[in-house]
C-alpha cells in the first residue's frame, strides 16, 4: 500500500508556486503556460489552462533519477489523471465540479473511485473546504488567496490530506502543504522561478 499512497500523494499534490522576480506573474501569462522550476530536488512542471483545469507535464528527481509525469486537472484544486512510470492513475467524481464558488459554499465533497491503469481499485470520498482569505507573498510579489483544505478518503487507507493556497486570478496554487492524519505539516513545496511559455 505504500507504493499506492505514494502514487496518490502525487496525483492529488497540486503544487505550484511563483518564484522571486521582480516582475510579478499575471493572469495573461498563466494562459500562455508556465514553467515552474525548484533546482533541489529537482523538480520542473509546466502548467497549460485547458478550459475550467490545468494540463501538466512534469519532470522530478527520484531515487537519483528524473521521472517524468503527466497529468490533467478537471480544476486546478482537483486531479483527474495521473501518467507515470507505475501507471496510469485516475479519480473519478460522483459530483459536478464546482469549486470557484467556494468562500460563499464553504465546502465541497463528492464520492470518489480510484482507477488504476483501468482497472477500479477502491472508492471513497473526497473533501474541499475553503478556510479563509489571505496573501501569499513570494519574493516582492503578493497574491490574493484562498486558503483550502483538501482531503482524500479512501477505503482501508490513510487519508490525504494538503493544505494549498489558491490564486483565483490567476488559476493557480501558489503554495502546498502536506498534512499527517494529526494535520501537522508533513512537507511543503513551494517553486524558485518561472518562465512563461515553454522554453522562453
Known amino acids: 500500500m505504500s507504493i499506492l499512497l505514494r502514487s496518490l500523494s502525487l496525483l492529488v499534490g497540486i503544487t505550484l508556486a511563483v518564484p522571486a522576480f521582480s516582475n510579478c506573474l499575471t493572469a495573461n501569462e498563466t494562459k500562455q503556460g508556465v514553467l515552474l522550476t525548484r533546482e533541489a530536488p529537482f523538480y520542473s512542471v509546466f502548467y497549460k489552462p485547458d478550459g475550467p483545469g490545468l494540463t501538466e507535464q ?12 503527466s497529468a490533467v486537472y ?9 501518467v507515470s512510470a507505475s501507471g496510469t492513475h485516475e479519480l473519478k467524481y460522483a459530483n459536478a465540479i464546482a469549486l470557484d464558488d467556494l468562500p460563499q459554499k464553504k465546502n465541497w465533497q463528492s464520492d470518489t473511485t480510484l482507477f488504476i491503469n483501468g482497472k477500479k481499485s477502491v472508492s471513497g470520498t473526497t473533501f474541499i473546504r475553503f478556510d479563509g482569505l489571505g496573501e501569499e507573498t513570494i519574493g516582492s510579489c503578493s497574491y490574493k488567496v484562498w486558503a483550502i483544505n483538501s482531503r482524500l478518503k479512501l477505503t482501508e487507507l490513510p487519508p490525504i490530506i494538503f493544505e494549498q493556497y489558491y490564486s483565483p ?3 493557480l496554487v501558489l503554495r502546498s502543504v502536506r498534512l499527517n492524519p494529526s494535520n501537522q505539516p508533513l512537507s511543503e513545496v513551494r517553486f524558485d522561478r518561472f518562465q512563461i511559455g515553454w522554453g522562453n
Open 58 to 69: 512534469r519532470l522530478m528527481e527520484r531515487d537519483g533519477s528524473l521521472q517524468p509525469v
Open 74 to 82: 478537471l480544476h486546478p484544486l482537483l486531479v483527474e489523471k495521473r
Open 169 to 171: 486570478e490567476l488559476h
